[in-house]
């Protein structure tokens, strides 16, 4: 079997790895002395120069991002990690907390300093219990070794960080409502302008960066910007952590470098799919991310390539589905949990998913109608570019999506009394 | 009268071909305002900061360059931009406010037949104007137990409701009560109170009027009237001094609600539940309809013409039996400017009698000069001071909206000091809060006039008068011995007296009623002092000067129903008798209009006149008490002017059909007057006006045609002298 690329994820199969002594016996915290050792400015190059991108889904250059924070604000800044990981098909920052939470303290701390953070926060999704405790532990143990906390390692830098568990909602991974529920309000969504970098957590400029990103971090500084840009795509630098899901024989997370196609992810990684079935389609980056079809799997797994095939590459949550999946019930699954995630800020997002759900219910049960699947495009280009935040949006893709690719077979459940397989399943069993 | 801030760069743009030019920093929606453009909203209201949440405001917006179509944007939290072409009625527009309609209307019942905003509601209206004509929805609608109450006066029906979250905003941000929250997520989304902290609030009917549907209803209305049943009618609130400009609706002959008729420079556009539903005495089926005279001891009804002609008989008798200093008169703070100037025209001409009063407060004498009683700022400018100091005063319980206007100043960044006896709702926002005993408010003010003086603080006019004499008047006011005396903290008083001293802004308030408190009988002039020494008197955003009770309490005043000066103050030859005085035994025939003396003395005194005479809509302790009894007419069934506790005088419409059998004030003194055979020809209370205007400085040049429906300031420059130190 092939080999994964151990950048993050290095060392994260050693027995103990998550403890601080460890961590430290396998070069942990080196990079956070090296770091100190650098001029905040001289990290940010770095970073700037390795080319990652965020990986909690947009894809945002980080140093450019840690760059726009504002500059004389009487306010103090603020670093917040989002670790709520709440996308359906994502589970690779539950993995990295769970088992190398020290290695994104780490990368907490080295963010922080580089960014002239005092105070960093840790905003770990609520059902996420576990990860909390070993990164509380992490933190608590970098505290007692003088990593966190007042004149860190000696150099006369106080970074406080603060572990904070949601209480789980989806939107909160949205970064502003993430920063409202931080502050103990609703999660909901801010206007914006201002960005976080100007005025976000308390009104002070903040960075907003994901788990993986960060994570990412320690192993940049100990390695050289350059070293990280070697690996990749020529836009699309560095590695990723595919959360693979669905219908194959072997799920799971697997790091591999950007441009790895999705059918060695699935085929040599994930062991293809259960039963020899062919697959049907496959959504690329969590379930936000618009469904491709099945010959899409030789693309480049890279930001490029896969907006060019018509998706996102997102939280490279990829979620296989085969021959034998009821398109109209996996999104069916799928438009429920925006419905029941919305905030209920904005109008088309709170109604329209609330609607979209219950034409599917109806096609799904044989009560649709053919003229649904055309009402179903119609509602979501209402509530396409019409909402608050990009959760509207998100819970468009994978209706629109399937619709392109598998119209017949919503017009299928339509025209004959409901879900055909389910029908056949009956049927077959039937036959027994 | 708003307050554009000074010196903000104008921005021109063009909607639907129109060309608007504003302040930078306007958003879009209220660019097409001024233009004259409706663009719908729900979520968005001018008070507040924009949310963007119904998506009911789309416009388009042209690209810059390169030209890429965009989606389209919400016109309230768009800023314009200078060049901004925005368009309100393209085919996009239509589609994405079509589109949020739909969504709206998809949980909405359609019970509007039924419903209590049918007919002014803003999902029918804007449904009717941008709305699809038909429904695509035929699946199943959420639905929910209704109604349930979310406090005493108001019912929810949240199945209407569209959480466009104003209400829950206007509790938590502008009122900042405990009020509305949203419970639940997404499509279960729905407005509530919190178990632990009910709804508690005495703005809570701003909620009620800010719904743009029937999902909040006031009990007072539910259910009672059709919209396009009312008659409307713009006129002040008369529930206190602050004078909130109200829309007062009737049905045949009642009182149904009053609404908020936005006046920034006042009310900002809020009422509060006092004022709101305080009509109940207006609409009382007990009001007196028919004039009563004590005969064989009981009071038995009579017509107008006995009445008056016993009133008019009876006071002449009195008058030269005893002298006319046996006769006085006791004026209102409930009743017009018109009404109470013509009272003590009355009775100073008619009577020939100098003893006139009205009940309030203890201030210097008018004819001294000096108006410490009239509030030198305005409410306005409170938006933008520094220091505001509630000295013995408490807006909330008292003056209601002018306590909104304190949180506005607050939010601004103003600074709160509280110096009270008893806690109040607003200390907890408050930075200082010095805990006194009764009484003493009076003695702070003097220490921090102390701390101003020793640390030679004082500025403006007054500093280069401050004299050696002067200065040791205040010598033992000093922060220790206070502190010692009064049990107040030293520091807080010196920080606020140095505070004040470098303030641009600063109010200081207090309560007429805390002048009356024993031990504060100097306050009006310590409050005054303390503000002229610290430069606060004339200041922008700056003032001084007591928070009345009544409506009408500084008007009573300014048309001199006051023993020593006459309207505008202008000193009288021989002062009479004062309030108290006059029910000493001052007196043995006492006219009372629209007060109620039997709450302040032992209404044993009372029995005791020879002649008593009161106007007043119902029978209240004095009236019980009196020898002839005359049924006055309510503020909603009249025309006049009231002057607020800042200076603004603001006309009252008739909005109800007089009560048959009562009569305006002004028409009963003109029917007294006539009978004492006074040449008296006002038709009505235009006349009177018309006359103030003339002859009182103060009132110069008023009319009904400049007070307008937002009112008229009268200002310290038309009136005497500057104040001075004593």
């Known amino acids: 079997m092939a080999e994964q690329m151990r950048v993050v994820t290095k060392d994260i199969d050693v027995p103990g790895i998550d403890t601080l002594a460890v961590y430290e016996q396998h070069g942990g915290y080196q990079a956070l002395r090296q770091a100190l050792g650098m001029e905040p400015a001289a990290i940010i190059d770095e970073v700037k120069a390795s080319g990652l991108r965020g990986r909690g889904g947009a894809g945002f250059p980080t140093g450019m991002k840690w760059s726009f924070l504002a500059k004389g604000s009487p306010k103090p800044t603020y670093l917040c990690c989002n670790a709520d990981e709440s996308e359906p098909g994502t589970f690779k920052d539950r993995m990295l907390m769970e088992k190398l939470p020290h290695r994104l303290v780490e990368g907490v701390l080295i963010s922080a300093y580089a960014t002239g953070t005092k105070q960093a926060f840790i905003y770990i999704r609520g059902e996420l219990l576990y990860a909390a405790q070993q990164v509380s532990r992490a933190v608590a143990e970098a505290y007692a070794a003088g990593y966190a906390g007042k004149n860190i390692m000696g150099s006369g830098r106080d970074i406080d960080v603060l572990v904070h568990r949601g209480a789980g909602a989806y939107i909160c991974g949205e970064e502003t409502a993430l920063l409202e529920s931080l502050e103990g309000k609703r999660g909901y969504p801010r206007l914006k302008p201002p960005f976080p970098a100007v005025a976000g957590l308390y009104g002070g400029p903040t960075v907003i960066n994901n788990c993986e990103t960060l994570s990412t971090v320690p192993m940049i500084i100990a390695n050289g910007g350059a070293w990280y840009a070697s690996i990749g795509t020529e836009k699309s630098k560095g590695t990723r952590i595919f959360c693979l899901s669905g219908h194959v024989n072997r799920p799971g997370n697997y790091e591999l470098p950007i441009g790895t196609t999705f059918r060695t992810v699935v085929e040599e990684f994930g062991g293809g799919v259960p039963g020899g079935k062919q697959v049907k389609a496959f959504i690329p980056g969590g379930s936000s991310t618009p469904m491709l079809p099945a010959e899409k799997l030789d693309i480049s797994a890279d930001y490029e390539a896969v907006a060019a095939a018509g998706s996102m590459f997102g939280a490279a949550g990829v979620i296989v589905l085969d021959e034998d999946t009821c398109i109209v019930g996996a999104v069916l699954r799928m438009t429920e949990f925006y419905r029941d995630e919305s905030c209920g800020k904005c109008t088309p997002c709170r109604e329209g998913t609330f609607w979209l759900v219950q034409l599917l219910e109806r096609l799904e049960a044989g009560h649709g109608r053919p003229e649904d699947v055309a009402l179903l495009l119609d509602i979501c280009d209402n509530i396409a570019g019409k909402s608050f935040c990009p959760l509207g949006d998100a819970a468009t893709s994978p209706i629109v999506s399937s619709i392109r690719l598998f119209r017949d077979e919503y017009i299928a459940h339509a025209t004959g009394g409901g879900c055909p397989f389910k029908q056949r399943a009956l049927a077959g069993a039937g036959s027994h | ?726």
């Not at chain 2, 107040?488 to 001293?501: F, N, P």
């Not at chain 2, 009904?704 to 310290?716: L, M, P, V, Y």
């Open chain 2, 1 to 726: 009268m708003s307050q554009e801030p000074q010196g903000v760069p104008l921005v021109t743009l063009t909607i639907d071909g129109r060309s608007v030019t504003v302040p930078q920093g306007t958003v879009v929606w209220q660019a097409a305002q001024q233009a004259g453009i409706e663009i719908p909203i729900y979520c968005y209201h001018p008070k507040m900061p924009p949310l963007g949440a119904c998506r009911m405001c789309f416009v388009e917006v042209e690209p810059m360059s390169p030209p890429v179509a965009k989606p389209p944007q919400t016109a309230c939290t768009t800023e314009v931009r200078e060049g901004m072409v925005v368009h309100t009625d393209t085919p996009l527009v239509q589609k994405s406010r079509k589109g949020t309609l739909e969504f709206l209307l998809i949980n909405h019942p359609l019970d509007c037949p039924i419903c209590d905003k049918g007919g002014e509601c803003d999902l029918q209206d804007f449904t009717l104007r941008y709305g699809p004509g038909a429904s695509r929805f035929n699946a199943q609608k959420r639905h929910f137990q209704k109604p349930i109450p979310v406090s005493e006066n108001i019912l929810l029906d949240r199945e209407r409701c569209i959480a466009c979250q104003r209400c829950v905003r206007f509790t938590q941000e502008i009122a900042q009560d405990p009020g509305l929250i949203l419970l639940q997520r997404g499509f279960r989304t729905e407005v509530g109170v919190d178990p632990g902290a009910p709804f508690d609030s005495i703005f809570s009917g701003n909620v009620v009027e800010m719904c743009p549907v029937g999902a909040l209803t006031a009990k007072s209305y539910r259910f009672i009237s059709r919209p396009w049943e009312l008659k409307r009618t713009p006129s002040i609130c008369t529930n206190c001094a602050v004078g909130c400009n109200a829309r007062i609706d009737v049905r045949v002959d009642r009182i149904l609600r009053l609404m908020s008729r936005t006046n920034d420079a006042i009310d900002d556009g809020w009422l509060c539940d006092r004022g709101r539903w305080g009509y109940a005495a207006v609409n009382d089926p007990a009001r007196l309809r028919v004039p009563l005279v004590r005969r064989n001891g009981t009071l038995q009804e009579t017509t107008w013409d006995d009445a008056l002609d016993t009133v008019a008989r009876r006071f002449r008798e009195i008058a030269k039996q005893h002298g006319a200093q046996a006769v006085g008169g006791i004026g209102s703070t409930h009743t017009t400017n018109e009404e109470n100037y013509l009272f003590q025209k009355l009775l100073r001409e008619g009577l020939g009698t100098p003893n006139i009063d009205h009940h309030h407060g203890v201030f210097p004498p008018a004819s001294q000069g000096a108006l410490p009683w009239a509030f030198t700022g305005t409410i306005a400018g409170i938006d933008r001071t520094q220091e505001i100091v509630l000295l013995g005063a408490d807006p909330y319980e008292r003056q209601p909206v002018l306590d909104l206007r304190l949180k506005k100043a607050l939010r601004n960044g103003a600074h709160l000091t509280v110096i009270d006896a008893d806690p109040s709702r607003i200390e907890r926002l408050a930075g200082r809060v010095i805990r006194i005993k009764p009484g003493t408010e009076s003695a702070v003010a003097r220490t921090l006039t102390q701390v101003v003086l020793a640390e030679n603080l004082a500025r403006g006019d007054m500093a280069a008068r401050v004299t050696d004499e002067y200065r040791a008047r205040f010598k033992q006011f000093t922060p220790e011995r206070m502190a010692e005396a009064l049990g107040i903290d030293a520091d807080a008083v010196r920080s606020l007296a140095r505070a004040l001293a470098s303030a641009d802004g600063a109010v200081i308030l207090y309560d007429e009623a805390t002048t009356r408190q024993s031990g504060n009988e100097t306050l009006a002039a310590d409050a005054f002092e303390l503000a002229l020494l610290t430069d606060h008197v004339t200041r922008l955003h700056s003032g001084v000067g007591p928070l009345w009770e009544d409506a009408n309490a500084l008007g009573a005043r300014d048309m001199g129903v006051l023993p020593d000066v006459g309207p505008g103050y202008q000193p009288v030859q021989s002062p009479g008798l004062a309030y108290e005085a006059m029910l000493a035994g001052g007196v043995r025939a006492l006219w009372v209009m629209g007060a109620n003396p039997a709450r302040h003395v032992d209404p044993a005194v009372l029995d005791a006149l020879d002649f008593l005479v009161v106007q007043e809509m119902a029978m209240t302790e004095t009236a019980k008490r009196a020898d002839v009894v005359l049924p006055a007419l309510s503020y909603a069934e009249k025309i006049g002017t009231m002057t607020n506790l800042e200076r603004c005088v603001q006309a009252l419409r008739r909005a109800l059909v007089p009560l048959p059998g009562a009569k305006a004030d002004w028409e009963i003194l003109r029917g007294v007057a006539t009978r004492l055979g006074l040449p008296w020809s006002y038709r009505s209370p235009a006349d009177v006006l018309s006359e103030i205007a003339a002859s009182v400085p103060l009132y110069a040049g008023l009319t009904r045609a400049t007070i307008g429906d937002q009112g008229q300031r009268w200002s310290f420059a038309d009136a005497l002298e500057p104040a001075t130190i004593r």
